[in-house]
T-cell receptor
Framework: GESVGLHLPTLSVQEGDNSIINCAYSNSASDYFIWYKQESGKGPQFIIDIRSNMDKRQGQRVTVLLNKTVKHLSLQIAATQPGDSAVYFC?????FGKGTRLHILP | NAGVTQTPKFQVLKTGQSMTLQCAQD?????MYWYRQDPGMGLRLIYY???????DKGEVPNGYNVSRLNKREFSLRLESAAPSQTSVYFC??????????FGQGTRLTVV
């Protein structure tokens, strides 16, 4: 069946450094991927998305890379700030992965 | 513009009791979803409704029923609550090929 997973459950990053969160998917026919951020006590919120006809998409301080050959996508956060502390989910359409908790070290 | 509204925000049930979680969206989205979130398990899909008048099972539908009352509202019912259904429940809505918008969640404890 379809699944979306993440490589690491927890990631610790120094404030100011770049963060990279990885995600693997299994369905080759997947054509729409989304990254969400979930802060404590809140529902997930949209960060950035990418469609399968693209390899890269950039937003404000965030970049999503899609490698369809190995069915992998990543979220890059530039100059990580304390407010970036959260759980990050990748999703294929409406199917979610387990999430990666991002810790920002002072 | 409230987005997705869930009620209640918190609920404690005794084993065997029933309850309905309510969800309403004001974005005119076609699709609505119910997820549960447990520690370390991410978001698991319980049921979804791709469009008004249709509902389908997700990954973990056992013990739940849903009703797509109209385009705005999608409710989740627990007929006989069990401790294993203690979780945080999220409702979401979206149109196909776009991001989902989530409610604030319902924290349910079954004792």
């Amino acid at each position: 069946g379809e699944s979306v997973g993440l490589h690491l459950p927890t990631l610790s990053v120094q404030e100011g450094d770049n963060s990279i969160i990885n995600c693997a998917y299994s369905n080759s026919a997947s054509d729409y991927f989304i990254w969400y951020k979930q802060e404590s006590g809140k529902g997930p919120q949209f960060i950035i998305d990418i469609r399968s006809n693209m390899d890269k998409r950039q937003g404000q301080r965030v970049t999503v890379l899609l490698n369809k050959t190995v069915k992998h996508l990543s979220l890059q956060i530039a100059a990580t700030q304390p407010g970036d502390s959260a759980v990050y989910f990748c999703a294929e359409s409406f199917i979610f992965g387990k999430g990666t908790r991002l810790h920002i070290l002072p | 513009n409230a987005g997705v509204t869930q009620t209640p925000k918190f609920q404690v049930l005794k084993t065997g009791q029933s309850m309905t979680l309510q969800c309403a969206q004001d974005m005119n989205h076609n699709s609505m979803y119910w997820y549960r979130q447990d520690p370390g398990m991410g978001l698991r899909l319980i049921y979804y409704s791709a469009s008004e008048g249709t509902t389908d099972k997700g990954e973990v539908p056992n013990g739940y029923n849903v009703s797509r009352l109209n385009k705005r509202e999608f409710s989740l019912r627990l007929e006989s609550a069990a401790p294993s259904q203690t979780s945080v429940y999220f409702c979401a809505s979206r149109d196909q090929g776009t991001q989902a918008f989530f409610g604030q969640g319902t924290r349910l404890t079954v004792v």
